[in-house]
């Protein structure tokens, strides 16, 4: 399902929803950790396994992200720690990468994949071209001042998808269609016409607001509106 009420206010309403995120610890678990372990991963400081378990690769890799931005170096990831990663307040910074050897602090192939495991999460069974229109409305996110900037943050942006927050993200593996669908999305292809939100409406929807967007199109068994 990939809508989120909470954007409808704008990105005032987003920044809101950022500023409650808690604060992670050694023994933390769950979408929050995955995050960060995703966000310090790309950024060159985490190698470990993106699993959503505060450990101690965990720990040490905030710790090293602490100490070179200038932040206290305790090794929790609150209030402080969440905005230098660029997730705390809606607000970009510009944070400085490890410099390491080895892992390079952006990779393409991650994105790729990220955006294969959502859609092969959110869209499994659906045509090759309803698998496209998910990632691209993930893309279309990534543009829209309503949402984060970056691909893994409006993946992991709170209740925005449910497989995300259920974890079926972690637990499905792409097959060739969702990969060919996320490779195509990331090179600009979009069937949607840049729609933001997409739901399938022949299942029980909690949100009552997510009908008062303006429906598009309608791809296989979603339908997908701005």
């Known amino acids: 399902m990939g809508f989120n009420p909470?954007?409808?206010?704008?990105?005032?309403?987003?920044?809101?929803?950022?500023?409650g995120r808690?604060?992670?610890?050694?023994?933390?678990?769950?979408?929050?950790?995955?995050?960060?372990q995703w966000k310090l991963q790309e950024w060159g400081y985490y190698r470990g396994a993106i699993d959503g378990i505060f450990g101690n690769a965990t720990a040490q890799a905030v710790r090293q992200f602490q100490a070179r931005n200038g932040l206290r170096v305790d090794g929790l990831v609150g209030p402080a720690t969440?905005?230098?990663?660029?997730l705390g307040t809606g607000q970009t910074t510009t944070p400085r990468t490890q410099q390491v050897t080895y892992r390079a602090p952006v990779s393409t192939n991650n994105d790729l994949n990220l955006l294969a495991r959502v859609i092969a999460a959110e869209a499994e069974g659906e045509p090759y071209k309803g698998q496209a229109a998910v990632g691209a409305v993930i893309m279309n996110r990534v543009r829209s001042p309503q949402f984060p900037n970056s691909l893994s943050g409006v993946i992991y942006q709170p209740h925005a998808f449910?497989?995300?927050?259920?974890?079926l993200i972690w637990r499905r593996t792409p097959d060739q269609t969702a990969i060919s669908a996320a490779r195509d999305a990331l090179n600009g292809y979009d069937p949607t016409y840049g729609c933001l939100f997409f739901w399938n409406p022949s299942k029980p929807i909690s949100s009552k607001w997510?009908?008062?967007?303006?429906?598009?199109?309608?791809?296989?068994?979603?339908?997908?509106?701005?």
């Open 82 to 86: 969440w905005r230098a990663l660029g």
């Open 210 to 226: 997510i009908w008062s967007r303006p429906i598009v199109t309608q791809i296989g068994s979603h339908v997908f509106a701005r």
């Open 22 to 36: 808690p604060t992670l610890y050694w023994g933390s678990r769950g979408a929050n950790v995955r995050l960060v």
């Open 162 to 167: 449910e497989s995300v927050t259920n974890g």
């Open 6 to 19: 909470g954007t409808g206010g704008g990105s005032g309403t987003v920044s809101a929803q950022a500023q």
